[in-house]
């Protein structure tokens, strides 16, 4: 059962997700244990039409909410917006975080001179040559412009509330505008946006095994020369399909 007053919640977007939740919701309950305040988790089911929500809530969810809009920018402002903690943390459902870096991000949040950040991420297991070559760009464009990966941010209430939550015209690199925002509102409060370096936070490399190194390279030259389709649901499909299945799929 949720607890009466939550300091903090764990939000977590999900479509089509029954295989992945397992793994991921008992990373969170074992890092949710290890704290010493109250907390939430919360799985967001995105309309899925598999198992999620039951998964969901066998797995230790303390709530389940529902998004019937497939959107992973409107699931986890449905997830913020049934809480009443002070502090989010979204973790994506292929994504394991460790007690200690949870601790990390709430004694951050707690020292009042944080309004958020995120974590230097890890794939798991095993990767290809252009996996390893992605997630080093991604850790030094992290690093350099203090962005968090939507696999793993956690703000300030107030400041999630105060800029808007995360853009409903973006079906991708929502995270990237959301950081920007909260870094700009931080700022203006001697605030600072942190990215924890020393405590990754580890995330599933599955797209490396649906799409081929082709693919994958061609996405990221498509997206950097047509930054505007990340407002398209349709040119946003690398992100909510799945290709052997043939059906969209949460990220």
Aim: hydrophobic fraction near 45%; charge should be positive; include cysteine.
């Amino acid at each position: 059962m949720p607890v009466a007053s939550p300091v903090y919640a764990i939000i977590i977007p999900a479509y089509n997700e029954a295989e992945e939740l397992p793994v991921t919701l008992a990373a969170v309950r074992r890092a949710m244990a290890a704290q010493d305040l109250p907390g939430e988790c919360i799985v967001v089911d995105n309309h899925s039409s598999d198992d999620t929500a039951a998964v969901a809530k066998a797995g230790g969810a303390d709530r389940v909410v529902f998004e019937p809009v497939n959107q992973i920018a409107r699931a986890r402002n449905a997830g913020a917006a049934a809480t009443v903690a002070d502090y989010l943390v979204f973790v994506d459902a292929d994504t394991r975080i460790e007690a200690a870096l949870l601790t990390r991000a709430l004694h951050l949040l707690r020292d009042g001179r944080c309004v958020g950040g995120g974590a230097v991420v890890r794939f798991e297991g095993e990767t290809t040559a252009v996996g390893r070559l992605a997630i080093g760009l991604w850790k030094r464009i992290s690093l350099f412009t203090r962005t968090a990966a939507g696999s793993f941010l956690f703000c300030r209430r107030e400041a999630f509330q105060a800029v808007g939550g995360f853009d409903l015209r973006l079906y991708a690199a929502e995270e990237i505008q959301l950081s920007r925002q909260l870094r700009k509102w931080g700022r203006t409060r001697g605030q600072r946006f942190t990215i924890i370096t020393d405590l990754p936070v580890v995330t599933s490399a599955r797209k490396l095994r649906w799409y081929s190194d082709v693919q994958i390279i061609g996405w990221i030259l498509f997206m950097v020369l047509m930054p505007f389709a990340i407002r398209s649901p349709r040119l946003c499909g690398f992100w909510y399909k799945r290709p052997d299945q043939g059906k969209k799929q949460g990220r």
